[in-house]
C-alpha cells in the first residue's frame, strides 16, 4: 500500500489522544475496606476499556478511545498503591474516620455522615471525605458536643 493513501495524525488528532492526569490530592490517601475494594474495581474497569479500545482499528479512533481510560489507569493505579487502610473505629466514644457520624444543625434538620477516603466519599450517598471541612470539625467530638462552621453549629447526637 502505497503511504499516499495512508491516514496520518494530524496534531489536533494527536493532542485529542493525550489528557492530562487527573489531580491527585496532597493529602494522606486514607481508605476504609470497602474503599480499597472500590478502587480496584475502578481500576480493573479501566484496564478491561483499555484493552478493550486497543483493539479497534482505526489508529486515531483507538488513541481517541484509550486516552481516558489510559489516564484512569495511571489514577487508580496510584490510588491503589498509595492506599492506607484503615480499619473501623473500634470506640463510639469519639468521632473517628469510619465513623458515622449523626448530627443536627441550627435550624433542626437532622444529617448522617460516614468519615471516608476522598476517592470513596459521595454526600449524596452518605459519606463525606476527612479533609471535608464538615469532617475535620467533627473528627475527636463526642455526643453531645457542639461543632461550629460557616456560622451555624453542628450538635452531635450519635456515633456508631
Known amino acids: 500500500m502505497s503511504v499516499a493513501f495512508t491516514k496520518e495524525d494530524s496534531a489536533e488528532t494527536a493532542s485529542e489522544a493525550l489528557l492530562p492526569d487527573r489531580p491527585v490530592s496532597p493529602h494522606p490517601n486514607l481508605v476504609t475496606e470497602a474503599g480499597l475494594k472500590a478502587l480496584e474495581f475502578q481500576l480493573d474497569g479501566a484496564r478491561e476499556a483499555y484493552e478493550t479500545a486497543q483493539k479497534i482499528e482505526d489508529v486515531n479512533e483507538r488513541r481517541r478511545?484509550?486516552?481516558?481510560?489510559?489516564?484512569?489507569?495511571?489514577?487508580?493505579?496510584?490510588?491503589?498503591?498509595?492506599?492506607?487502610?484503615?480499619?473501623?473505629?473500634?470506640?463510639?466514644?469519639?468521632?473517628?474516620?469510619?465513623?458515622?457520624?449523626?448530627?443536627?444543625?441550627?435550624?433542626?434538620?437532622?444529617?448522617?455522615?460516614?468519615?471516608?477516603?476522598?476517592?470513596?466519599?459521595?454526600?449524596?450517598a452518605g459519606s463525606i471525605s476527612f479533609v471535608s471541612p464538615v469532617a475535620g470539625l467533627l473528627i475527636g467530638k463526642a455526643v453531645g458536643d457542639v461543632a461550629g462552621i460557616s456560622g451555624q453549629e453542628l450538635e452531635i447526637v450519635a456515633i456508631s
Open 65 to 124: 478511545q484509550a486516552a481516558a481510560s489510559l489516564r484512569d489507569l495511571r489514577y487508580f493505579g496510584a490510588r491503589v498503591r498509595t492506599a492506607q487502610v484503615i480499619a473501623n473505629p473500634t470506640s463510639t466514644d469519639t468521632v473517628a474516620f469510619g465513623s458515622t457520624v449523626t448530627f443536627r444543625r441550627e435550624d433542626g434538620r437532622v444529617q448522617k455522615y460516614r468519615i471516608v477516603g476522598e476517592d470513596e466519599a459521595d454526600p449524596k
